[in-house]
């Protein structure tokens, strides 16, 4: 049995770390719009609003009505209308363009996967082939 708080320690810091991931492509998504507030630290501060939101969401409507999948597909929804209506109104963009900037955000990410996951795979073959 793993320590539990080692276990909290090691939930805190990918929820940081997919924090810092999400805020860096919203602002990469950002730039595509005219945009107010593109700085990182206003950017940190959307995506960390939503990213509680969205857990919260998910908690509350997975524990309380029913652990199945079909509230787990509402709460995403209901956070993401949430976190558009919070990035339009923070940014100072339309709410079609905080639509924008998150597909924009998560095309930009996978291929930032992709691109990262090829390099790995590359380099993992040429350290087995080396040895």
Do not use: Y
């Amino acid at each position: 049995m793993a320590n539990p708080l080692a276990l909290a320690l090691l939930w805190v810091l990918i929820f940081i770390f997919f924090l810092i991931f999400i805020s860096i492509f919203l602002m990469i998504g950002l730039g595509f719009v005219d945009s107010e507030r593109r700085e990182f630290g206003q950017v940190f501060l959307t995506s960390f609003i939503c990213t509680i939101i969205m857990w919260s969401l998910i908690f509350i409507l997975t524990n309380v009505f029913a652990n199945t999948f079909l509230w787990l597909v509402i709460a995403v929804l209901i956070g993401l209308i949430l976190c558009w209506a919070l990035i339009a109104a923070r940014h100072k963009i339309g709410f079609g363009s905080a639509i924008f900037v998150t597909i924009v955000a998560v095309i930009a990410a996978v291929v930032i996967i992709i691109i990262l996951a090829f390099i790995i795979s590359t380099l993992l073959n040429v350290v087995i082939w080396v040895f």
